[in-house]
């Protein structure tokens, strides 16, 4: 009995070392593709540049700081002052930005009037070509 365990030990000891070895000798498999011409890379199926989502929590803004004070106010509080702000932002955007903002708006916590939303995510889906 005492010699199946010293063999399990032994065997893991060898398993973590060869595990260890493996990572360290195995290079980064994220590649990093920069693109600034504002263009999709292509590196992608879908392009990052017109996803909703938020891959990570770096904060892009448009000129447009002064939104900031929206955050965690419900859209139907919106004063018309507030509404218009938005609305000013929104059509000042090219139309490749506006994915962008979006993602930006849901990182800063802050929601859309039903009808900005609506007609920001139909420029992105047309964007998009669904």
């Given at each position: 009995m005492l010699v199946l365990v010293a063999v399990l030990v032994l065997f893991g000891v060898i398993l973590l070392i060869i595990t260890?070895?493996?990572?360290?000798?195995?290079?980064?498999?994220?590649?990093?593709?920069?693109?600034?011409?504002?263009?999709?890379?292509?590196?992608?199926?879908?392009?990052?540049?017109?996803?909703?989502?938020?891959?990570?929590?770096?904060?892009?803004?448009?000129?447009?700081?002064?939104?900031?004070?929206?955050?965690?106010?419900e859209p139907k509080d919106f004063s018309n002052e507030q509404i218009t702000q938005l609305s000013e932002v929104f059509y000042t955007l090219k139309e490749n930005e506006i994915a962008a903002w979006l993602r930006s708006l849901q990182l800063r916590c802050i929601d859309l009037p039903i009808d900005i939303r609506e007609q920001a995510l139909l420029i992105v889906a047309e964007r998009r070509g669904i």
């Open positions: 260890y070895l493996n990572r360290k000798n195995k290079p980064d498999e994220i590649e990093i593709i920069e693109n600034n011409d504002g263009e999709c890379c292509g590196a992608h199926e879908v392009c990052d540049k017109d996803s909703l989502l938020s891959s990570q929590d770096k904060i892009e803004y448009f000129d447009d700081e002064e939104l900031d004070k929206l955050a965690g106010i």
